[in-house]
């Protein structure tokens, strides 16, 4: 049995202590300490506490911590639930998953909350697995009006992408899109990037690669397409709409503070303007990410921080699968005596992991090549935040 680890509840002046114990040792802490802080008796919490470890599958911490927002007296309504979503292919986890997400699932009435999205998107061909995936990422999609927002939503994905299959393929990886209004959010931003020369095929991709991508209030996008006009891009192109997006996916505050991240990395404002122009991405990393790549390129390759400015790419590559694995490996070649010249961010990280291997591994004979591919696969470890581990060095 699980064992919840000691701590100390305060509920105004009142402190108790639980320790350590088993789940069926809970129920009885619920019953004797009537100053804990909830809304039910004690009875009542003990049931639901019950009910959802064993029919739901809920750790007893979950359980606890579920029962504070859902409870019943009566396990009725709540075995209809996990019956039905049984019944429709949710396996277990899915279900606990749901339940902890949102408990007063459970008292949803099947025939009007549940059934009418079932049959609905059953009727658009989904699969039962990719139908519990999409609810069990987001079980409030059985909370939305069907009538006002999802038929709305899938009809609307369904025609700009000519087919139901890529509408449900979208809405599988981004159930939360189903929460945002078509008349009042969705096209009114769609045609704002159609009035300003977006072409329909950057649209559409935009949708498939990033659904929420406009997704703003109609007001603020209009801003920001306006914004990123300014900023010289160009609406025929596909980076566009993807710095509308960026540009729209964080605050002012944010925006400035990653200015601030790449100037005290020795950007001038100029260059990380003319970087967003090249990868909007760069300004949309964490700036641990930005960090870490700047310093493992800079202090320990010997880059230069302006060669990197022109790259800015580079800054959305995985440190651990490939800038760190390949810069390590570039400098024990020229530490052997193998490599002559250093070689440039495009030469080095740009290229395909096939191209590399070809042409810093295998060219060296079939004997050597063995020896270095070896050297090459002792993946580097990165310590937390991303930084390199010295012991590798």
Known sequence: MLCFLSKTI??????????AFKSHNLFHILQTNPSLPFSTTPKQQSFTVSYLIKNCGLSPESALSASKRVSFQTPNQPDSVVAFLKSHGFSKPQIATMVGK?????????EKTLLPKITFFNSKGISSSDLAKLFAKDPKVFEISL???????????????????????????????????VDSCILPNANVLRQNGVPELNIVKGFRRIPNIISAAPIVFKENVEKVKKMGFNPERFDFVLAVFVLGSMSKSTWERKFDVYKKCGWSEKEILEAFRRF???????EDKIKAVMDFLVNV?????????????????????RIVPRGLFIEDLMSMGLLEKKLGLRMLFGITEEVFLKRFVYCFGE?????LLKLYN????????GKLRTDRL
């Open 10 to 19: 305060l509920h105004g002046r009142t402190s108790i202590k639980i320790q």
């Open 102 to 110: 949102l408990p007063h699932l459970l008292l949803s009435k099947v």
């Open 147 to 181: 009538e006002k927002k999802i038929i709305p939503l899938f009809n609307f994905l369904s025609n700009l992408f000519q087919s139901d299959n890529d509408a449900l393929g979208v809405l599988i990886r981004w159930p939360r899109f189903l929460q945002y209004n």
């Open 280 to 286: 909007p991405w760069a300004l949309a990393l964490s």
């Open 301 to 321: 390759m010997g880059f230069q921080v302006s060669s990197i400015a022109k790259y800015p790419t580079l800054l959305g590559l995985s440190m651990e699968k």
């Open 367 to 371: 004997e050597k090549a063995s020896e």
């Open 378 to 385: 002792e993946k580097p470890k990165l310590a937390a935040g």
